[in-house]
Antibody
């Protein structure tokens, strides 16, 4: 079974750093790009960025470029989302998701269970 | 960058047929996917390539696309269908996914 298992909920103070993880299993990790999606409280889904675990090529959504860092370690089948200095506006649930592609189409499946990040002084 | 517009809400009674629309701003929108997010859970793939159901998704769910607009139809509405539904499309210029704002479906 293809699974993405994310690290647990975090409570941090503004200005602190944070790195959350997304461990893949059930498929060859380097065969599929992994993306990150933000969901702020009571709001919709926002695309943050995507990484190719095979060579760590990364692309970021315009709203997130420079604010977060996406990385991957293929030796442990894990992707990461990192902040160097959290803000209160980073309060959200963060999902990782596997990007699937065939000749004519793309989709996202599966999604991780989500990591709740709470930033509060 | 493409924009996908969904109605914020939809509703129906058990057994009814409801549709959720997804209107795109760009003529270059690729195939549309749909995700169902049950309360308090992660999104789940419901439809890909406009009208393809993954295994395990009931055939009560169907998808279609015409031009830059797509629709998700749910027939024989059930209480467990109460959820948020999101359309999404890949944007080559962004090299990322564009999501619609989501539609909250209420089963009355």
């Amino acid at each position: 079974e293809v699974q993405l298992v994310q690290s647990g909920a975090e409570v941090k103070k503004p200005g602190e750093s944070l790195k959350i993880s997304c461990k893949a299993s059930g498929y060859s990790f380097t065969n599929n790009w992994i993306g990150w999606v933000r969901q702020m409280p009571g709001k919709g889904l926002e695309w943050m960025g995507i990484i190719n675990p095979a060579d760590s090529t990364t692309r970021y959504g315009p709203s997130f470029q420079g604010h977060v860092s996406i990385s991957a370690d293929k030796s442990v089948n894990t992707a990461y989302l990192q902040w160097s200095s959290l803000k209160a506006s980073d309060n959200a649930i963060y999902y990782c998701a596997r990007h699937v592609r065939n000749i004519s189409s793309r989709w996202i499946d599966p999604w991780g269970q989500g990591t709740l990040v709470t930033v509060s002084s | 960058q493409s924009v996908l517009t969904q109605p914020p809400s939809a509703s129906g009674t058990p057994g009814q047929r409801v549709t959720v629309s997804c209107s795109g701003s760009s003529s270059t929108i690729d195939a549309v996917t749909w995700y169902q997010q049950l309360p308090g859970t992660a999104p789940n793939l419901l439809m890909y390539s406009n009208n393809q159901r993954p295994s395990g998704v009931p055939d009560r769910f169907s998808g279609s696309k015409s031009g830059t607009s797509a629709s998700l139809a749910i027939s024989g509405l059930q209480s467990e269908d109460e959820a948020d539904y999101y359309c999404a499309a890949w944007d080559d210029s962004l090299y990322g996914w564009v999501f619609g704002g989501g539609t909250k479906l209420t089963v009355l």
